[in-house]
């Protein structure tokens, strides 16, 4: 079983709708999820990150985080054609484990 | 804040010879870096974590007497690919910790390594 499990999609949404992306987890133990952006080509970047349950917001996009269903999730809010990238879900504990990327294409 | 460079961005070398890319935290303090691999397509794929002072902790498979980490500083962490071969062709990334605030990684611009 993967440590960090990610639909590699692709996701395709029109532009100004919501893309929610979806990450679910192995270890309970796991305290710390982040979720990163890549475009192709290039390295992964930052998006936020979530350390308790429920929702934080940060502009246009929210995490979420159900320790109890192991499961992280991110929302993007009037989903742009500049957000198309592939999003990596990481997870926290010893050290970092990555997800396989979700490829999100927003569609003008 | 939180900015790692990353050099060179693209290397081309000749089967045999060694490469080497450095990474550097430009404005914190990073006792933690870790080295990536990324393949077309593919998935981060962790190599070694690095700490400053002392040697470098290889995953599972990676070939610590290649791929030869040294984390010299604070801010300063080089990969060397010794005896290069075309199949170490990749895109090459690391990333730092900061020393003293928050939890997260933060990634350099990545490394192409074309072996011919």
């Known amino acids: 079983q993967k440590e960090v499990e990610q639909n590699s999609g692709p996701l395709s949404v029109p532009e100004g709708a919501i893309a929610s992306l979806n990450c679910t987890y192995s270890d309970r133990g796991s305290q710390s999820f982040f979720w990163y952006r890549q475009y192709s080509g290039k390295s992964p970047e930052l998006i936020m990150f979530?350390?308790?349950?429920g929702d934080k917001e940060d502009g246009r996009f929210t995490a979420q985080l159900n320790k109890a269903s192991q499961y992280v999730s991110l929302l993007i809010r009037d989903s742009q054609p500049s957000d198309s990238a592939t999003y990596l879900c990481a997870v926290r504990r010893d050290k970092f484990y990555f997800g396989s990327g979700t490829k999100l294409n927003v569609k003008p | 804040g939180a900015v790692v460079s990353q050099h060179p961005s693209w290397v081309i070398c000749k089967s045999g010879t060694s490469v080497k890319i450095e990474c550097r935290s430009l404005d914190f303090q990073a006792t933690t870096m870790f080295w990536y691999r990324q393949f077309p397509k593919q998935s981060l794929m962790l190599m070694a974590t690095s700490n400053e002072g002392s040697k470098a902790t290889y995953e599972q498979g990676v070939e610590k007497d290649k791929f030869l980490i040294n984390h010299a500083s604070l801010t300063l962490s080089t990969l060397t690919v010794t005896s290069a071969h075309p199949e170490d062709s990749s895109f090459y990334i690391c990333?730092?910790?900061?020393?003293?605030?928050?939890?997260?990684?933060?990634f350099g611009e990545g490394s192409w390594l074309t072996v011919v």
């Open positions: 990333s730092a910790q900061p020393f003293d605030w928050g939890n997260t990684i933060y």
């Open positions: 979530i350390y308790s349950n």
